[in-house]
Each structure stands twice: as C-alpha cells, then as structure tokens.
C-alpha cells in the first residue's frame, strides 16, 4: 500500500473497502496533513548479501 500513500490504519481499511466494492479508493492526502509521506527505497538483491554472511 506504501506505492499509492496508504501508511495507516484508516487508508488501509479505506482501499480494501474500495477493492470489495469495485470501486476506486479516494485516498486525499490533502486531508491528512499531519501524516508523514513514506520514502522508501527499492531494494536490490545485492542487499540481502550481507545477510548470509
């Protein structure tokens, strides 16, 4: 959900119920004002070399 500024509770709940209904989720960040936006990077799989190490 990350991919589409779905970072809480409520726009988790919001989408699912958008997706049951057939219908696209309205997700207005605008009215959130006080939610941080999520940056997050893509992972390579040379990342998880330095797991089996």
Do not use: N, Q, W
């Not at 991919?3 to 309205?26: M, N, Q, S, W, Y």
Request: charged residues 20%.
């Amino acid at each position: 959900m990350i991919e589409i500024g779905a970072v809480g509770f409520d726009a988790i709940k919001l989408t699912a119920l958008a997706c049951i209904e057939r219908r696209p989720a309205r997700l207005d960040m605008a009215a959130y004002p006080h939610l941080l936006r999520p940056a997050v990077k893509t992972t390579s799989a040379a990342d998880y070399a330095v797991l089996a190490a």
